[in-house]
């Protein structure tokens, strides 16, 4: 198959995730593409009914290119615990859904890392605690090609969460090699190893070069 190069200018990212989108435009910003989200065009989020991380991404990035006529990236990520047999991997951002009220987030990732702890607690203390993020990404284009690339970060996972930066369950993921949480490190130095770093080298590599 023929990779198809991306041309700088604008890119829809299909994202309503605020810290995701931050992160990809930090990413982006090498390589002359205007980012815009797809919450900024007020495009509708696709409902994520895929089984694996690669049929999300490929959802979301083919909705944003078809409603804008611009091409798409999309983001597919979550967390896998091994010991709990990968869960909750395409479910990570359900676990931390909570009933929606007016003006409430809707999401707490508290009670989600706190879901997993009490599940890997329920099989004893000296339970596999290894981890690893997954990131997928779809880039799709108006007529319908895609390129798409998943990157991992192991790691393993601490109770109770440390650190305010960074997203998600990142106060609970220690990376391999290190001592502290992605919520404690530097963002430049998360985002020179995470999965979707890992994910994005992959696409600079096939689209950029
Ligand atoms: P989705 O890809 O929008 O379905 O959401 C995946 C969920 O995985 C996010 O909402 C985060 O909770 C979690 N996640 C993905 N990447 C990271 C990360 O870098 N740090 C922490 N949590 C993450």
Known sequence: MTHRKLQPGKLVIASHNAGKV????????????????????????????????????????????????????????????????????????????????????????????????????????????????????????PDGHTEIFEGRVQGGLTWPPRGLLGFGYDPVFVPEGRSVTFAELDPAEKHAMSHRADAFRQLVATVFS
């Open 22 to 141: 931050r992160e990809i435009r930090v990413l982006l910003a090498p390589f002359g593409i205007e980012p815009i989200s797809a919450g900024e065009l007020g495009l509708p989020e696709p409902e994520e009914t895929g089984t694996s991380f690669a049929e999300n991404a490929l959802l979301k990035a083919h909705a944003s290119a078809q409603g804008s006529g611009l091409p798409a990236l999309a983001d597919d990520s979550g967390l896998c615990v091994a010991a709990l047999g990968g869960a909750p991997g395409v479910y990570t951002a359900d676990w931390a859904e909570t009933q929606k009220f007016e003006g409430g987030p809707g999401r707490d990732w508290y009670m989600a890392m706190g879901k997993v702890e009490g599940k890997l607690a329920e099989l004893g203390t000296d339970t596999d605690r290894s981890a690893y993020f997954v990131c997928t990404l779809a880039l799709a284009w």
